[in-house]
């Protein structure tokens, strides 16, 4: 059973930052990619970033790169999402993924957070 639990979403001001975090409780998905996605009102989800099991390899949205840095705990259970040089744009529900079997990528998510609340002023 895997239960993703999130925390460290908020309000900042434009340029402000926040860190994002995502445990894995039951630590049976540390052999599987992690990431993030957003979903701001009105919009589809999007995909933000993710990290390989082991945290090398790592992939972000062409809107975060230079900006967020994705990265893992030790034991692989965590994964952080550090949000530098926020904008407006960037204020949306922000969810925890796991992919249902690659450790490589997030190819497949087979499970999801429940959601945190990312709110960016200008």
């Known amino acids: 059973q895997v239960h993703l639990v999130e925390s460290g979403g908020g309000s900042v001001q434009a340029g402000g930052s926040l860190r994002l975090s995502c445990e894995d409780s039951e630590g049976t998905g540390s052999a599987y990619a992690m990431g993030w996605f957003r979903q701001a009102p009105g919009k589809e989800r999007e995909f933000v970033a993710a990290?390989?099991?082991?945290?090398?390899?790592?992939y972000y949205a062409d809107s975060v790169k230079g900006r967020f840095t994705i990265s893992r705990s030790n034991s692989k259970t965590t994964v952080y999402l550090q949000m530098n040089r926020l904008k407006p744009d960037d204020t949306a529900v922000y969810y925890c993924a796991m992919d249902r079997q690659s450790g490589v990528a997030l190819g497949q998510v087979g499970y999801w957070g429940q959601g945190t609340q990312v709110t960016v002023s200008s």
């Open positions: 990290a390989s099991w082991d945290g090398i390899n790592t």
